[in-house]
Every structure is written in C-alpha cells, then in structure tokens.
Nanobody, 119 residues
C-alpha cells in the first residue's frame, strides 16, 4: 500500500511561481509523478521521477518551466512551477506509477490539490 498526500496548491497570478509537495508513505520505491486534470479535460502526466532520480520526465507543455525533485530521506516529491500560465490551472495529483508517466500505469493516487492561475 502507498499513501500520497499533496500540499501547496492555491491561487497565483500569470507569470508567478508555486511549489506543490507530495509526502509518500508505505512502499516508497515507486516512480512518483505529478498529474493534472483541468476542467473538461482528461487527466495527463506532467512530470515523474524515479526512486533513484536517474529518470525524470516532463511533458512538453511544462518543460523548461517546471522542476521536479525528490528527497528520499523525507519521502517527499516537490514540483516547482515557474512562469505559470492560465492553462496550467488544474487539480494536481501526486501518484505512484509502475512505469512511465502515464495515467494507465498509475497504481496509487493522492486526493489532489487545486492550482489556479488567474489575475
């Protein structure tokens, strides 16, 4: 069993920055990733990182703006989001995936945290 708890969502202006954090408990050696679901859209993978941090994936839409990091001593995975755009508005979910950064590969989901980018 894996439990994932997100924190750090909120309201930010376009061009601003926000950090969301995920705390993992249980079996912690999964690939952990951030996924998001915008209103009326399908859930998508944003960024994922392997347990040994050798493999990191970013979706094309966030590459160069978002940075994922992992602290295995604290069992936390952070997503630093810079240069935020209104289209980044979504519920952000932390998830444990058995491979790749795809919704279909996720075994466990957190409950999500809302990120709203608006002036």
């Amino acid at each position: 069993q894996v439990q994932l708890v997100e924190s750090g969502g909120g309201l930010v202006q376009p061009g601003g920055s926000l950090n969301v954090s995920c705390t993992v408990s249980g079996f912690t050696q999964y690939i952990i990733g951030w996924f998001r679901q915008a209103p009326g859209k399908e859930r998508e993978g944003v960024s994922c990182i392997s347990h040994d941090k050798d493999w990191i994936h970013y979706s094309d839409s966030v590459k160069g703006r978002f940075t994922i990091s992992r602290d295995n001593a604290k069992n936390t995975i952070d997503l630093q989001m810079n240069s935020l755009k209104p289209e980044d508005t979504a519920v952000y979910y932390c998830a444990a995936t058995r491979g790749y950064c795809e919704v279909g590969m996720v075994d466990y989901w957190g409950k999500g945290t809302l990120v709203t980018v608006s002036s």
